[in-house]
T-cell receptor, first 118, second 114 residues
Framework: SAVISQKPSRDICQRGTSLTIQCQVD?????MFWYRQQPGQSLTLIAT?????????ESGFVIDKFPISRPNLTFSTLTVSNMSPEDSSIYLC???????????????FGAGTRLSVL | RKEVEQDPGPFNVPEGATVAFNCTYS??????FFWYRQDCRKEPKLLMS???SGNEDGRFTAQLNRASQYISLLIRDSKLSDSATYLC???????????????FGTGTKLQVIP
């Protein structure tokens, strides 16, 4: 399994500001994933972050709002830009478990960032 | 229809009871299935993978029914510590990197009562 460190663990932000969330993995991984979990909802994939290329965004999410960096195989950042109260959510970083034996589809998550926008 | 559907609950059961959750999925081409557990204000963690032949891990039994497109999770002899939200996860699509993308259900909340 992968050990994922995510920070900050929580933040309270003012409308119109931006927050950058960091995700550090203890091993090299090809892809990292960013999810959002709104209160009472399930996890929604925001984007897949590939090292050395542009992130791939899911429908409803755009780079201008959620820019992602992936400078190396163990680190990624997600920025929530020009925040509004609707962005209040838990943001989770995730990686896949491995490359074979069925483990490739198991996902491990960081502890999440609980964001509240006032 | 949602890709993955679960009864949100809550399921309130006494300690020692047996409880079962079902999850239905819409994509017949789905290839991987999991149950995750999410404690309150924590991240999801893998509980168990679900194999075609069914599998058991202690008090937990998972089943897959491809014909009816559902998976189930059975918990026997419920403990207070089993109280959590159980997320059904289905892998159905391949992305450009060759990995399946996974879809999460909204979760079923279980509360085990003393």
């Amino acid at each position: 399994s992968a050990v994922i460190s995510q920070k900050p663990s929580r933040d309270i932000c003012q409308r119109g500001t931006s927050l950058t969330i960091q995700c550090q993995v203890d091993s090299q991984v090809t892809m990292m994933f960013w999810y959002r979990q709104q209160p009472g909802q399930s996890l929604t994939l925001i984007a897949t972050a590939n090292q050395g290329s542009e992130a791939t965004y899911e429908s409803g999410f755009v780079i201008d709002k959620f820019p992602i960096s992936r400078p190396n195989l163990t680190f990624s950042t997600l920025t929530v830009s020009n925040m509004s109260p609707e962005d209040s959510s838990i943001y989770l970083c995730s990686v896949k478990g491995g490359t074979s034996g069925g483990a490739e589809n198991i996902q491990y998550f960081g502890a999440g960032t609980r964001l509240s926008v006032l | 229809r949602k890709e993955v559907e679960q009864d949100p609950g809550p399921f309130n059961v006494p300690e020692g009871a047996t409880v079962a959750f079902n999850c239905t999925y819409s994509n017949s081409a789905s290839q991987s299935f999991f149950w995750y557990r999410q404690d309150c204000r924590k991240e999801p963690k893998l509980l168990m993978s679900v194999y075609s032949s069914g599998n058991e891990d202690g008090r937990f039994t998972a089943q897959l029914n491809r014909a009816s497109q559902y998976i189930s999770l059975l918990i026997r002899d419920s403990k207070l510590s089993d109280s959590a939200t159980y997320l059904c996860v289905v892998g159905s699509r391949f992305d450009s990197g060759g990995y399946q993308k996974v879809t999460f259900g909204t979760g079923t909340k279980l509360q085990v009562i003393p």
